[in-house]
């Protein structure tokens, strides 16, 4: 089969997550022994409009599979949500020889990636985001190394918890969705967990609950909140007044986005940035790389785009059985 491009361009774009590396290296490693050339796009779309590319080879990306964070450097770009800079960056991959694109961030990643395609170069999304909130796939790259780090992060604070008798409130990421709480939070045994798409403010409900589980005996209490539902260290306060209990607020922030990535996301990674350059020698553009139900497929990128993620309905519904002490 003759490809359809000859040199493909990648790039991350947006929040890091650890598994972007292995998708870096299954693009180029995938590109060449397909009989392509590849680029490196340093810094996203910023890069991209600053020409700020490099030749890539097989050694390029030797020994990165392990490591966090992305060799390619990551950035977010205003100006590429105009016009006139999607042209110039089009015409940029043009100055280049880049007839095709690698996309790997999450869904404002995309967003520019489409009107990459829009303006005739073919384009491909891999979804790299921590929290798994891209609607087509259920795993975003990522996602299992920032759970496992927020979840040991939280065995750690249950135990000085459990020394001081305190309550716990734990901010995990997530932008606006709740993907991180609830998993680390069910991971963690935490005994409330607190998202956007299903809190609604009644910080009563917790109070009573740390209440209840402190009359049975419980010594420790472990609330995991994602971010954007509310301020952490006032809610802390509120639940110390409220109670009598010490209550720390702990933000785990930026330490989710880093790390060497899991097994899974390190596999999952590699079949992305691999299936990417598949389509790309196919012909196809616009399109997004997602798993479902077992298989790596490809969804149309507005497609993609105008679906709907909610947090899933049975682990939420297990959440009120299992935090009971
Ligand atoms: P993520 O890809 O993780 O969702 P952002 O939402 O910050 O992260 O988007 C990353 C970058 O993608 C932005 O800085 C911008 O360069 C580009 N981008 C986002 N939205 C658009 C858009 N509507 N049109 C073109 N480019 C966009
Ligand atoms: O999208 C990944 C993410 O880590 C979100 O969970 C978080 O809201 C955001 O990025 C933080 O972005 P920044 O790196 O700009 O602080």
Redesign the pocket.
Known sequence: MINAVKTIGVLT???DAPGMNAAIRAVVRTSISNGLSVKGIRR??AGLLEEDIIDMNNLAVSDIIQTGGTILYT????E??HEEY?KKGAEICRKHGIDGVVVI????????AS?LAENGINTIGVPG?IDLDIACTEYTIGFDTAINTAMEAIDKLRDTSESHERCSIVEVMGRTAGHIALWTGIASGAEYILTAERFHGDIQRIITKVQDRRRLGKKNHIIVNAEGVGNSNEMAKLIELATGIETRATILGHIQRGGNPTCKDRVYASAMGAKAVELLCEGKTNRVVGYHHGEFLDFDIQEALSMEKSLDPYLFHITRKLTTR
């Not at 950035?75 to 205003?78: M, Y």
């Open positions: 774009s947006g929040g996203g779309y950035a977010r770009c205003r590429f949500k999607q961030g999450g869904d404002g990643s995309f967003n520019g009107k985001t």
